[in-house]
């Protein structure tokens, strides 16, 4: 099982940018063999698939985010990063960060999340 702490969310502007970070660990997980994923959940919605990257560097994007988020990994820090730009009100959401099979990346289907972080964007 794959245990996670997401940082870097915060307040910001319509337009701005913000990077997010999720550092990876657990017994027995080697982190380069996962697929790492970014999940939100906005105020009353489901939680939905933002970005997730597989062990190999394949990417899947959620429509909303297309051309605006970019997600990455650092095998070397056992780290999946988003990076998220030209911010918008809609995204506002706390953002999670979850690690395991492609299916089960692509489906959000874990049995356990982190804390997750919040990412506010208003003026």
């Known amino acids: 099982q794959v245990q996670v702490v997401e940082s870097g969310g915060g307040l910001v502007q319509p337009g701005g940018s913000l990077r997010l970070s999720c550092a990876a660990s657990?017994?027995?997980?080697?982190?380069?063999?996962?697929?790492m994923g970014w999940y939100r959940q906005g105020p009353g919605k489901q939680r939905e698939l933002v970005a997730a990257?597989?062990?190999?560097?394949?990417?899947n994007y959620a429509d909303s985010v297309k051309g605006r988020f970019t997600i990455s990994r650092d095998n070397a820090k056992n780290t999946v990063y988003l990076q998220m730009n030209s911010l918008k009100p809609e995204d506002t959401a706390v953002y999670y960060c979850?690690?395991?099979?492609?299916?089960?990346?692509?489906?959000?289907?874990?049995?356990?999340w982190g804390q997750g972080t919040q990412v506010t964007v208003s003026s």
């Open positions: 979850n690690g395991g099979s492609w299916n089960a990346a692509i489906r959000a289907d874990f049995g356990s």
């Open positions: 657990g017994s027995g997980v080697i982190f380069s063999r996962n697929a």
């Open positions: 990257i597989s062990n190999g560097g394949s990417t």
